[in-house]
């Protein structure tokens, strides 16, 4: 995914606005993603899935990191909240977010088997910075968190599935580079190749609103149908079915090469995770939400996944996790003053919190950057990838058709 703002648009930085279409009626930030909310940090890596890989295969693994405050500030709180549309998957910390409404520790999506190993990478690495920090054992205690970890299963690409597992160095490497650009990892969508994406949008500023604020989201997409996939309320997979089966039958009409290979498998036709995949998806913004309201714009993020989805989402197999958090300064968690006692005197937040008749157009950014997000996670694993069985392609988002069609069909208004 690409974070530049640059008017001029080159085959590395192509997005969904580029085919045509801009969802929704809130505007971006200056670069479409969630970097365009103060304070956040990005990093990611994606490396061969295995040293040995056969050279007619291009999968990969990777990771993404993010620091919702600056990287020497991960420690202060962000207060935040969580859903679970289907939940056959994974984000540890999902409990302290529910429980005490906010995460303290950076958060990483991942590939299924990576899930643990990040999970140990974060607290390595939070260990080595309380340690430059010179906090004691007690200190330690009392900032005490549970990492972000969420996961999408990419066996199909992987198929030697150990192979898939990230590495102690592959981990310290990526927090290495938490600053603000960032790049995908291809996994698939919707029957195409996707990863990852993002974008954002701006929210209030204008008559009666005490400032503007900016939503940011992120999402690692490995799930969908293509009969499902739909692009500003096109039936855009259909179409592209419609042409396929159109080519097939030309094909079958002319006879078979009986010298042609075995054809390559098709993903949708196998079954279970590995054909159902998963969505993990991160909201943050800058404006001062308390805990409920940022569970009710996590439960939103369905509504930008069925502008793209139709009906093809929230499969059994499929785990779909959401999390939206603030970074807005609520102040510390711990006791100020005072040392800790049996019964801890009370001390409270003197934050502000934006009022309940005002969390609409939340919901409505938060819907139309979390659409153009995964639109921008399909267009940027318009390559397709290999699998690492050779037989396994899962084909690239076919940009040019999906203009036309988008040419054709969409409505401007």
């Known amino acids: 995914m690409s974070s530049s703002s640059s008017t001029t648009t080159t085959n590395q930085n192509l997005r969904i606005r580029d085919l045509g279409y801009s969802p929704g009626i809130h505007s971006p930030g200056p670069s ?62 999902a409990n302290q977010i529910r429980d005490w409404g906010f995460v303290n520790m950076p958060i990483a999506f991942t590939n299924s088997l990576s899930c643990g190993s990040l999970f140990n990478g974060i607290w390595d690495w939070v260990l080595d910075q309380q340690d430059a920090m010179k906090w004691s054992p007690l200190d330690k205690a009392r900032h005490y968190g549970t990492p972000v970890v969420g996961e999408t299963s990419d066996w199909l690409v992987n198929s030697v599935i150990r192979e898939s597992r990230l590495s102690e160095a592959d981990i310290r490497k990526c927090f290495e580079g938490l600053k603000s650009r960032e790049d995908g990892e291809p996994c698939r969508r919707h029957h195409h190749a996707g990863g990852t994406g993002t974008s954002s949008r701006l929210v209030g500023g204008g008559e009666g609103s005490a400032r503007a604020y900016t939503l940011g989201v992120l999402v690692q997409t490995n799930y969908g149908h293509l009969i499902d996939l739909t692009v500003g309320g096109i039936p855009v997979g259909k179409i592209l079915l419609k042409e396929r089966q159109t080519a097939s039958a030309t094909t079958t009409d002319q006879g078979t090469d009986v010298h042609a290979p075995e054809p390559a498998k098709r993903w949708e036709d196998m079954g279970g995770r590995t054909q159902d995949g998963s969505i993990v ?93 995964i639109l921008n996670s399909l267009v940027g694993g318009r390559e397709g990838v290999v699998g690492m069985d050779e037989k396994t392609r899962v084909e690239g988002f076919p940009v040019e058709k999906v203009r036309e069609i988008l040419e054709r069909y969409l409505v401007q208004v």
Not at 70 to 79: G, H, I, L, S, W
């Open 281 to 373: 998806i991160l909201v943050v913004t800058d404006a001062p939400l308390a805990t409920h309201q940022l569970q009710r714009l996590a439960r939103h993020v369905t509504v930008g996944l069925g502008q793209v989805g139709s009906y093809g989402i929230g499969r059994t197999h499929s785990g779909d996790i959401f999390v939206a958090i603030s970074t807005a300064e609520q102040g510390p968690e711990q006791l100020e003053g005072t040392k800790m006692k049996h019964m801890n005197p009370t001390q409270t937040y003197t934050n502000e919190v934006v009022k309940n008749e005002s969390i609409d157009p939340f919901f409505y950014a938060c819907a139309e950057a979390v659409e153009e997000a």
């Open 32 to 93: 479409n993603s969630i970097l365009d909310v103060p304070g956040v940090h990005v990093s990611q890596i994606t490396v061969p899935t295995s040293n040995n890989l056969p050279s007619w295969s291009s999968a990969v693994k990777g990771a993404t990191i993010i620091t919702p405050r600056p990287p020497k500030e991960f420690y202060k709180p962000c207060a935040a909240g969580i859903f679970t549309f289907n939940g056959n998957g994974e984000m540890t910390g």
